[in-house]
């Protein structure tokens, strides 16, 4: 994980210890018989407010008067809250995105579960009324709005979150960011990593080819010969000189790369190789030491050299029978 989000983590933990004093909830009543408003407040533990008031208004309509110790959930909401900061500052300490992930799940399970508890108890606390209440409406219940304003008689009632709930929304908003990000930065790196790795091979590759043995293919009706500039068009007869930096010069007869050698147009060392075209495979090239070659006869070349190289000995007197050719001294090649 990235700095900047361990740091918000660490934010997002203080923050929900902030939690444990502030209210998380409020309920507003407005009505014209109370021109200033009455409000109940829902603290992670207790609750705040006109909470006398509003018992007695609820005594007259049936519904249940509201103490503390009726509310399992202030006994176990605190440690809840404390588990999530700790949760927090663990992952910000760690480090590791698939805890921010884990935490980011379990976080959203508990806020659907609480609004699931709290809609229960708003249900239960509007609909369960006392039959001999001052004053019954058939068929009328008073359940408050879950979030936002609600008619309940001459009172409008408005339910909202309170500085704890606000704090609350805004770290699993945080949460729900940092994960988007991380992820995001991971599909970031896996592209650049995988681009780079692409170049990699790309290198290697190149410099396989490069040390590889043995020079370039030539290319028929495409290369040029390096002596006499004509297009290579006769895949028979083809020669190639590879130095020892990795160039190679590519010649349509072999007579062609004797006279450019002759010419001194490069400085010869003892690491350039040459090679032949193979005259019953021209897509294969022959190294000279282990070619065997022919000349004259019936062997006609572009450049008039009439050489002829072969992979093996017995295709060479083959050959030189059918062709009337000659066998030639490999040494004399150079000379």
């Known amino acids: ?41 829902i603290y992670p533990n207790k609750l705040g407010g006109n909470v006398d008031i509003i018992n007695g208004l609820n005594h007259y309509i049936g519904m249940k008067t509201l103490h503390d110790h009726d509310f399992v959930e202030f006994k176990v909401l605190p440690g809840i809250i404390v588990f999530f900061s700790i949760a927090c500052l663990l992952v910000a300490v760690l480090g590791k995105r698939k805890w921010l992930e884990w935490l980011l799940g379990i976080f959203i399970c508990f806020g659907i579960i609480a609004m699931a508890d709290f809609w229960r108890w708003e249900y239960q606390y509007g609909h369960d009324l006392n039959p001999d209440a001052a004053i019954r409406i058939p068929g009328m219940a008073y359940q408050p709005p879950l979030i936002g304003f609600k008619q309940l008689l001459n009172f409008g009632a408005y339910s ?16 729900l960011a940092l994960v988007v990000f991380e992820r995001k930065l991971k599909k970031a790196a896996s592209q650049l990593y995988a681009a780079k790795l692409m170049m990699l091979l790309m290198a ?15 290319k028929i009706g495409k290369d ?20 020892g930096k990795g160039k190679t010069y590519k010649f349509d007869d072999i007579k062609c790369m004797q006279d450019f050698l002759k010419s001194k147009q490069i400085v010869s060392t003892s690491s350039d190789e ?14 000279l030491e282990q070619s065997f070659l022919l000349q004259g006869g019936a062997i006609k070349t572009p450049m008039n050299g009439n050489l002829a190289a072969f992979a093996n000995e017995s295709d060479q007197k083959q050959i030189s029978q059918s062709l009337s050719a000659s066998p030639v001294i490999k040494t004399s090649i150079l000379q």
């Not at 210890?17 to 209210?23: E, I, K, T």
């Not at 909202?160 to 949460?175: K, Y």
């Not at 040459?274 to 897509?283: A, E």
Request: overall charge neutral; aromatic content about 12%; charged content about 10%.
């Open 224 to 243: 040029n010969c390096q002596f006499c500039k004509m297009t290579i068009s006769d895949p028979k007869f083809g020669a190639a000189y590879l130095t």
């Open 274 to 287: 040459v090679w032949f075209v193979n005259y019953l495979s021209p897509h294969q090239l022959i190294k």
């Open 204 to 218: 290697v590759s190149s410099m396989l080819v490069s040390c590889s043995s043995g020079p370039s293919v030539i």
């Open 160 to 175: 909202i979150p309170d500085i704890g709930g606000w704090i609350f929304v805004a770290v699993g908003c945080c949460l």
């Open 1 to 41: 994980m990235k700095t900047l989000s361990r740091v918000l983590l660490f934010v997002c933990g203080i923050a929900l210890l902030v939690v444990l004093f502030v209210p998380m909830w409020r309920i507003e009543l407005d009505a014209p018989q109370y021109p200033e408003g009455l409000m109940m407040q």
